[in-house]
């Protein structure tokens, strides 16, 4: 078994800044890409950022500038930081990975459990 274990996510006011890790745990033979998405109410899942095994990373535009996802392939973490966060930030964050488990060798793509971030004063 393959989970996404994230942590962090609250309440923050505007302004503020949060930090979502996620690591990848359990029977994990490769990490290729690593990121993270969001979900408002009334919305559909977004794409915020994302990183490869290689090293590349792309942004959502509306959090360029503002957010940095990093990654520790040693420890099959990826970490994304977030500042300057505004009210429309708020969403259940979401960690996902495109893993090949020692079960089956075959990539596939694993979600976290979400993590809810509002920023409200």
């Known amino acids: 078994q393959v989970q996404l274990v994230e942590a962090g996510g609250g309440l923050v006011e505007p302004g503020g800044s949060l930090t979502l890790s996620c690591v990848a745990s359990?029977?994990?033979?490769?990490?290729?890409?690593m990121g993270w998405y969001r979900q408002a109410p009334g919305k559909e899942r977004e794409l915020v950022a994302a990183?490869?095994?290689?090293?590349?990373?792309d942004y959502l535009d509306s959090v360029k500038g503002r957010f940095t996802i990093s990654r520790d392939n040693a420890k099959n973490t990826v970490i994304l930081q977030m500042g300057s966060l505004k009210p429309e930030d708020s969403a259940v964050y979401y960690c996902?990975?495109?893993?090949?488990?020692?079960?089956?060798?075959?990539?596939?793509?694993?979600w976290g459990q979400g993590t809810q971030v509002t920023v409200s004063s």
């Open positions: 990183t490869t095994s290689q090293g590349g990373i």
């Open positions: 996902a990975a495109k893993i090949v488990p020692l079960t089956t060798g075959a990539l596939t793509d694993y």
């Open positions: 359990g029977s994990v033979h490769t990490v290729y890409g």
